[in-house]
């Protein structure tokens, strides 16, 4: 035997390792692929091995293998096997492998549940280390639900290094099962006070992701953290909760006020970059969520540009960037202090790295003025012609679009430098931003009217040059914009001045090479050119002229007739039949100028991107109101009395709907229009939209310079924006000019005139004024258009599911299910003596008392009377700490530095001192009762804990929380419930103990479900176990497909020593009125160290008639429908010697007889259940001194007088 | 949050992969040779920040690597790490490898996958990281060989392995072992004289 052991051994060390994998792979560059799929082969054969240390190997160079891309989730089951290996080297492996590769779609997943708690209560901490750190990775809501309490356990672990990972983990089962986030937060919150800096720094970082997602559940935790702040050394737990500050700011402005002295004074004394930037980024979220009201304000800010400016200018890249990121959250609220800062930023955009310039890039956005727009827009211009790849400069592309449009072209003066600048970029190469470059023409050619003539006229060059646009396939995106000239020139081709030449250009042959999209806009333009030079010709009387262009449109508008592009062709084909009728009208000296503008007449307005959905519902039309009532269920509704009224309840809230909608939606509306009514930037949408230049004071003095548009411009087509810029200095000195002159004039009349800037805009940018008479014409809008703009939150957030109040009182159902197998020993971890329950606070268990007080309602607002007792005192004790004067931590801080005067400071720290004493006593009273409490109450909650017991196990949950439920329904009465356990003894040997469970299928009348677990007793491997049952002519075991009846059914698990698992067969049955017994066998093997034995169980599968119903509830009024329909058979018995009290009793037949109970009285109860094959069954059950009778109904009279009998000797164990 | 943590050469051949949220194989393989590509890009003197959210599916992520000699450690967070808090804990991760690898280089990396990712997992776990303190870090990892080495050591004392063997051996035997407890393996040779065994002795002692 050894020398054979020996043997292997040896064999094994030829198998290759993962270093001969590795050295393998390298050696076969050329056939990577080819040796691999013969390594995996290898590994396949080596995974059917039964020794452990191969299939380890294996696993290991699975691992790899998935890391070079490999899929290896068909080894899963291995892996669960080398994960369940009782030596660390080990299971280390296979969990390292299942970290890898398992997720939720992994279906054996749910095999690991008793291993993974196994090892999480092994007595070797590395053991549960390396369970705790696989489940992090693969972690799924089952597994969370299931193993909540045992990591909730381990958080109070003896060692350190457990417990932070617990703590840890704690983070991920929260996210997949955000249920136990409120019974465990308590002990998070004990964490971060634990002596341990690791476990502190852990609960710290599982606190702040929760806060992030969710700051205001957080906000009561507010002075924990700030005593952290304030004591920890530690730079990565300050980071973290400086952080976690930055998320809380927002939600309450008073905590910014009390934060900006210690970070300004971390600011100045930390040496760590990481922490000094934190810091001032913490400190900017709070002077943002400052409105007002700070002295020292400014003086922070300062303190920050010039922190960050000095980042900026660090030599450190990384440093460079950071800067430049937190100076743009600056810029927001603090513009003027970044702006002074251009030179710095222009500075970096010139730097060498991507990254950088892009920053500095989004500084730009928030930094142009009036007055600095066109610079800066000259040097992005200078840039896009020096950037090498086209990210870059589609990323310039459209920042400099961005600029130039952000809040509806405010500080655009000169629109004919706009458009020259959008002219310029359709030079760019290969940008995939034509599309961008054309909305900007479109939207500026309507939305400002002065302009339109001069974007015609460029938009005409633009045409001209088509060629050069289009030219180049790889310039396809460019293309776009020929699309917006087209439509502009037809559009408003009355400023046109050559529009002949523009409109042979637009009818070129080339033309049909481009996108089907951009040509049907060329035809559709096309007619609307040609009718405005018909009408000009008509009108100058040039007769031949008029009959020439029809001619010319006749020529060629064929050419888009045969275009391969559906619109196109469609189009064409209809326009050139309109101009061949025109034609014949013309031919006949019939005046038809006017007839065919008329065809284009009226103005197109902008529409806003919302408006369809804003569109109001008219008064008297109700959307939910049904057109046709739909036909009423009668028969379902005799039957289900309570879908009645559920259905009445949400028909009245339907009507209550609207009505609240109304006026919530009136008052917001005004709220609104008030706001817009004080905001000077509110375009508003009333019918003279010129009224906003028209407030501008001076606006209407200012002669407008006319610009020469005859400056020769170098390329045809392409304008040169520069001149403008010179131009525009030139208009503005002479504005200036003008200005002063009528200053004394005009000082009278701006005094009474409403301002249209505030004061954030410099002087000398208010007295910039526009160019042109611009007048922006405002997107349009239904009219009574909703008003409101939020924005839907995304539904799926995962994160929105911890969106949880944790201030409020735990309730009883919240507790965390204690998971354990109801037939294993519980194995105890070595904390696991502090039960669950005592964790929770004081006010859980008022709660829990008053859950079982007769008068339930009243109960309930008690409870709630409490919570807001509570909700309030939380409240108060926040407000009292953001009341009260610095902390004396903080002041510590102070003393640290010698600065201010220690007597100013001491007074308030006194006062602090009492406050902090008296509130510590009252905690300190609080503790003792609580403990007291827990000792009146431990009794209960020992019960409470075994009746959570009995919840384990996913299968078996159903039926029995059903049941628990229904004995509530029928318990008044204030006892405790003995554990029950539906699971009955199947066979047991030495090596397997079976217990089995039958549960009906409700979704198949002649199918129940066998439960069936198997528990290795023994301290070897079981394996190949097999499931065979002698079919009855009634009832059969279900057998995949092909197989005979005296096949097995394999039972689809191994199961280590010691291990439990459960395994369901189905079996089908004709009739369920008599019970049934199956004899069956179990084969398996079993494996130790002397080898393997074939071992054998016999045992006989009894169904009885109980296991064919299921727990149904029926209310009374059906129930007793039920009874005096008269089509039920009756049959009573009578029990005596029962001394059990009544609810034992009732509890015991409905959980396990599958009853429910429909009404009870004194001791009297009647209940109800259902077979699988609809037969009902109804029950009166009376208890006297010592006797208990019980009269049934059914329909069948057979299965009532077995079920009765069953009954009978379940009550005679009594 | 770490998203996840990446290991490549300056080749983009991966020597470590740890993502944090479950990703298919070929997606997986996907942002490795794209992350590739985007470092590589970038020389050593430019920052060590990039954002690009929508290679992991969400604007909020932000790669921060760091280059040492062959080989790019690439860490993708989320907003809630602090940027130069990561590129600290590179350089923790990077230093404890050196320590418990000695003058740690890209081989050992290489054939020693596992015990990299079991460093690693004394560093992050889950994403959420677990220990900045190279000490504690180092003890931890040195505890567990140690335990591991005790495992083997039931083969009795003649089979220790030179450390350069240990990773293979680590994953040999454990029930077979434990059956030749008591023989002290040199001698085996010796005590056996079945056919194809004794041919395979002489191989034995290049493991001594």
């Known amino acids: ?1214 | 949050m770490i998203n996840a943590i990446l290991v490549f050469n300056n080749h983009g051949k991966p020597r470590l992969v740890r993502f944090y949220q479950h990703l298919a194989e070929e997606v997986q393989q996907q942002i490795i040779r794209e992350t590739f590509h985007l470092v590589l890009k970038r020389d050593d003197h430019i920052c060590n920040f990039l954002e690009c959210g929508s290679l992991f599916g969400g604007s909020d992520y932000k790669l921060i690597y760091r280059h040492y000699a062959t080989l790019y450690f690439v860490f993708c967070v989320d907003s809630s790490e602090s940027e130069l808090g990561i590129l600290d804990l590179i350089q923790v991760f990077v230093e404890t490898l050196d320590k418990c690898f000695e003058n740690v280089c890209e081989l050992d990396l290489i054939f020693h996958m596992d015990k990299v990712h079991h460093i690693l997992q004394e560093v992050v776990i889950g994403g959420m990281v677990l220990e900045t303190n190279m000490n504690e870090i180092v003890a931890q990892v040195e505890a567990q060989s140690k335990l591991e080495k005790a495992e083997q050591g039931i083969a009795g004392p003649a089979v220790t392995v030179p450390s350069r063997w240990q990773g293979g051996l680590s994953a040999a035997p454990s029930r077979a072992v434990s059956a030749v407890k008591n023989i002290n393996l040199p001698e085996i040779p010796r005590n056996i004289n079945i056919g194809d065994i004794n041919i395979k002795v002489p191989n034995l002692s290049q493991f001594m």
């Open chain 1, 1 to 1214: 035997m050894a020398l054979k052991m020996v043997k292997g051994s040896i064999d094994r060390m030829f198998d290759k390792n993962l270093q001969d994998l590795v050295r393998g792979i390298r050696n076969h560059k050329e056939d990577e692929a080819k040796y691999i799929s013969q390594c995996i082969d290898e590994i396949k054969q080596e995974l059917k091995q039964d020794n452990i240390a191969v299939k380890a190997n294996a696993v290991c160079k699975l691992t790899y293998l998935q890391m070079l891309g490999y899929d290896i989730s068909w080894a899963a089951f291995n892996i669960i096997e080398v994960m369940s290996a009782s030596k660390f080297t080990f299971k280390r492996i296979g969990y390292l492998a299942a970290s890898q590769c398992f997720h939720e779609g992994t279906d054996v997943i749910m095999l690991t549940t008793n291993q993974i708690r196994k090892d999480l209560s092994s007595p070797n901490q590395y053991d549960t280390g390396v369970a705790l750190t696989g489940l992090s990775c693969f972690v799924t809501p089952d597994l969370a639900r299931d193993l909540a309490n045992d990591i909730m356990t381990l958080m109070s672990h003896t060692k350190p290094y457990i417990r932070k990972k617990a703590v840890l983990i704690m983070y991920k089962v929260f996210l997949k099962y955000p249920e136990s986030l409120r019974p465990a937060f308590p002990r998070l919150k004990e964490k971060l006070e634990d002596p341990d800096p690791g476990v502190q720094s852990a609960a710290v970082n599982v606190i702040c992701e929760l806060a992030r997602r969710n700051p205001k559940n957080y906000l009561s935790l507010a002075p924990l953290f700030f005593k952290l702040m304030t004591s920890s050394t530690n730079n990565w737990v300050l980071i973290k909760i400086i952080k976690l500050f930055g998320a809380l700011t927002p939600l309450e402005p008073r905590l910014g006020k009390k934060l900006i002295e210690p970070l300004t004074n971390l600011i100045h004394s930390t040496s760590a970059m990481s922490l000094l930037y934190e810091c001032v980024n913490t400190v900017i979220a709070v002077l943002i969520s400052l409105s007002s009201g700070m002295p020292n304000h400014s003086a922070s800010i300062q303190l920050c540009v010039q922190k960050l400016r000095i980042l900026i200018e660090d030599s450190d890249q990384n440093l460079k960037y950071l800067g430049l990121l937190a100076m743009s959250k600056i810029l927001k609220t603090h513009p003027k202090s970044v702006q002074s800062h251009k030179d710095l930023i222009l500075q970096c955009l010139d730097d060498k790295d991507e990254s950088i310039r892009l920053r500095a890039l989004d500084l730009l956005y928030g930094m142009v003025s009036k007055k600095n727009l066109m610079e800066i827009v000259k040097k992005l211009m200078i840039h896009v012609d020096k950037a090498e790849g086209t990210t870059y400069r589609d990323e310039l592309l459209t920042k400099i679009i961005d600029i130039c449009s952000q809040s509806n072209y405010q500080y655009i003066t000169n629109f004919e430098w706009y458009i020259s600048i959008l002219v310029e970029l359709t030079r760019l190469e290969g940008t995939r931003h034509g599309h961008l470059i054309a909305a900007q023409m479109l939207d500026v050619a309507i939305r400002v009217k002065a302009i339109r003539k001069f974007a015609v006229s460029q938009m005409a060059m633009l045409l001209d040059n088509a060629h050069l646009i289009a030219s180049n396939t790889q310039r396809n995106g460019i293309c776009e914009v020929l699309y917006a000239a087209a439509w502009i020139c037809g559009e408003f081709s009355e400023h046109l001045e050559e529009a002949n030449q523009t409109l042979e250009a637009m009818l070129r042959p080339k033309v049909t090479t481009l996108p089907g999209h951009i040509q049907a806009v060329y035809v559709q333009n096309m007619v609307k050119l040609y009718a405005s030079i018909l009408q000009q010709k008509e009108q100058s009387g040039e007769k031949e002229a008029a009959q020439e262009i029809t001619q010319l449109m006749i020529e060629r508008l064929p050419q888009f007739v045969q275009s391969a592009d559906l619109e196109v062709q469609e189009r064409a084909s209809c326009i050139l039949q309109l101009i061949k009728y025109i034609q014949k009208l013309q031919i006949k000296e019939v005046p038809v100028a006017e007839e065919v503008i008329a065809l284009f007449a009226g103005e197109l307005n902008p529409v806003a991107p919302k408006a369809q959905k804003k569109v109001p519902v008219p008064e008297g039309l109700d959307l939910d109101a049904w057109i046709n009532e739909p036909p009423s269920d009668s028969e379902s509704e005799d039957e289900k009395p309570k879908t009645i009224f559920h259905d009445e309840e949400q028909r009245h809230s339907r009507h209550r709907q609207p009505e609240i909608d109304e006026e919530e939606l009136a008052r917001r509306r005004e709220a609104r229009k008030q706001e817009q009514a004080n905001n000077p930037f509110y375009i508003k949408s009333s019918p003279s939209p010129q009224k906003r230049y028209q407030d501008t004071p001076g606006v209407e003095h200012i002669p407008v310079v006319q610009i020469d548009l005859s400056v020769p411009l170098k390329v045809p087509g392409m304008p040169m924006s520069d001149q403008y810029v010179k131009l525009e200095e030139e208009r503005r000195h002479k504005q200036k000019l003008e200005k002063d002159k009528k200053k004394k004039k005009q000082k009278k009349e701006k005094r009474g005139k409403h301002h249209r800037h505030n004061s954030l805009h410099t002087e000398s940018e208010e007295d910039i004024a526009p160019a042109h008479h611009v007048d922006i014409i405002t997107e349009e809008m239904p009219e009574n258009a909703l008003p409101s703009d939020e924005d839907d939150k995304d539904p799926n957030d995962p994160y929105k599911a911890l969106d949880i109040d944790l201030d409020k009182p735990l309730a009883d159902s919240e507790k965390l299910p204690v998971q354990r197998h109801r037939n294993v020993e519980t194995l105890k971890s070595p904390d696991s003596e502090a039960p669950l329950v005592e964790k929770k606070s004081k006010k859980p268990k008022k709660k829990e008392k008053k859950h079982k007080e007769k008068e339930r309602g009243k109960g309930k607002e008690k409870e709630k009377k409490v919570i807001e007792e509570e909700e309030e005192k939380k409240g108060e004790d926040l407000d009292f700490w953001l009341s009260t004067a610095p902390p004396p931590a903080s002041t510590t801080q102070l003393q640290t530095e010698p600065v201010v005067g220690a007597a100013v400071v001491a007074e308030p720290q006194e006062v602090k001192k009492e406050e902090r004493e008296e509130r510590d006593e009252e905690e300190e009273d609080e503790g003792k009762k609580s403990s007291k409490h827990k000792k009146k109450k431990h009794k209960k909650e020992k019960e409470e804990k075994s009746k959570d017991k009995k919840k384990s196990k996913k299968k078996s949950h159903h039926s029995e929380e059903e049941t628990t439920e229904s004995v509530q329904n029928g318990t008044l009465d204030d006892e405790p419930l003995p554990p029950m356990s539906s699971y009955r003894l199947l066979a047991e040997n030495p090596y397997v103990k079976m217990t089995y469970d039958i549960q009906g299928n409700l979704q198949n009348d002649s199918q129940v479900t066998v439960s069936v677990i198997f528990e290795n007793k023994s301290t070897s491997f079981l394996k190949s176990m097999e499931l065979n049952v002698l079919d009855s002519l009634n009832t059969k075991m279900l057998r995949p497909e092909g197989s005979s009846v005296h096949d097995g059914i394999p039972v689809p698990f191994q199961l280590p020593p010691g291990i439990s698992n459960e395994a369901q067969f189905v079996f089908t049955l004709q009739s369920i009125v008599m019970a049934q017994k199956l004899k069956g066998t179990l084969s398996f093997i079993v494996k130790n160290d002397e080898g393997s034995t074939h071992e054998k169980l016999d045992f006989k599968l009894h169904f009885s008639c109980a296991s064919y119903l299921i727990t149904t509830p029926c209310y009374s009024d059906a129930f007793a429908k039920l009874l005096e329909s008269g089509d039920l058979h009756m049959s009573s018995i009578k029990v005596d010697g029962i001394s059990i009290s009544f609810q034992h009793l009732l509890a015991k037949i409905c959980f396990h007889h599958h009853f429910s109970v429909v009404e009870r009285v004194d001791s009297c109860a009647s209940m109800y259940s259902r077979s699988i094959q609809g037969h009902h069954v109804c029950l009166l059950v009376k208890k006297g001194e010592n006797s208990v009778s019980i009269d049934g109904k059914c329909n069948d009279s057979t299965l009532l007088s077995n079920l009765l009998d069953e009954m009978k000797e379940t009550l005679s164990k009594c």
